[in-house]
């Protein structure tokens, strides 16, 4: 709040009327008079804009909120001491070399948003209130990692951040302040400490690893059993299923298997092994005629 075109207008038409007055009485005492007059007229009207209020102290008292707009005072006697911004505030605050409940020194970094729902208790109950509520974030944010687990900070944010709103507006209520949210930006912990929390990921990834493949061995032997089952009963289907291994392996050309001599007595694969030799040579016959 300056001085405005409201000043200005109040003063040129007040010693404008000195002028006048000065040239139809040929007395100079009206214009120097009208220019006074004008001087402290043109100090009394005073302009706040929408999101602003004026503290208005008169004598040193406090006697009101002036504004949006145009207000007037009186010069010399009244003080707008303050002008009060009532739009959403964003404070930046960090906390640095902060020990977590389990000793671990972290560097974190969030935002404040707030607003100023009270103007009158923001301008005469506390001196500096944007120092205030950065001060109380700041405090407020070391005393929550204090308490706080370095896993628990990692994962519940969310949480965290809610109990710091809370925190930080039971403190600055009384100024008149409300606190619209809290949001943490970076939690930065040292380079050996991530070193060492990237191995134990990496350590419970493989271990998670070999139990699943010990539970596939579990069901893979599981299901040899119940086949197993099923061809001790039936000597045909085993059959069926030495002729189907034996085409698998030898379908590819120049195919080599090895079969133990136990497998060709207990399973008949003599004659089949025959059979299959047989018609590898007529395959390899046939591909050289080509």
Do not use: C
């Amino acid at each position: 709040m300056i001085l405005n075109v409201v000043s200005v207008l109040v003063f040129i038409l007040i010693a404008g009327t000195g002028v006048v007055l000065t040239t139809a009485t040929g007395s100079p005492v009206w214009v120097a008079s009208a220019a006074i007059i004008g001087v402290l007229a043109a100090l009394s009207p005073r302009v706040a804009q929408q999101w602003e209020r004026a503290v208005v102290l008169r004598l040193g008292r406090f006697i009101g909120l002036q504004g949006p707009g145009l207000f007037w005072i009186v010069p010399f006697i009244d003080v707008v001491a303050r002008s009060i911004d009532q739009r959403m505030i964003t404070t930046a605050f960090a906390a640095e070399q902060t020990l977590t409940s389990d000793t671990v020194p972290v560097n974190v970094d969030a935002v404040l948003f707030w607003v100023v729902h009270d103007p009158e208790k923001a301008a005469l109950e506390v001196q500096n209130y944007p120092a205030a509520v950065s001060w109380a974030a700041q405090t407020g944010l070391r005393d929550i990692i204090g308490r706080t687990s370095l896993a628990d900070l990692l994962r519940g944010r969310e949480k965290i951040e809610q109990e710091l709103q809370l925190l930080i507006d039971q403190r600055s209520t009384p100024w008149g302040i409300t606190v619209q949210a809290v949001e943490m930006r970076d939690i930065v912990i040292p380079s050996s400490l991530q070193d060492a929390m990237s191995r134990e990921a990496q350590a419970s990834r493989e271990k998670q690893a070999r139990i699943i493949l010990g539970e596939a061995e579990v069901e893979i032997a599981k299901s040899f059993e119940t086949a197993a089952k099923a061809y001790q009963n039936n000597p045909t289907a085993l059959h069926l299923r030495a002729m189907n291994m034996l085409y698998e392996g030898l379908k590819e050309k120049g195919a080599l298997m090895l079969i133990p001599s136990s497998a060709v007595e207990s399973m008949g694969l003599g004659g089949m092994m025959g059979a299959a030799a047989l018609q590898q040579v007529q395959l390899t016959n046939k591909a050289e005629l080509k």
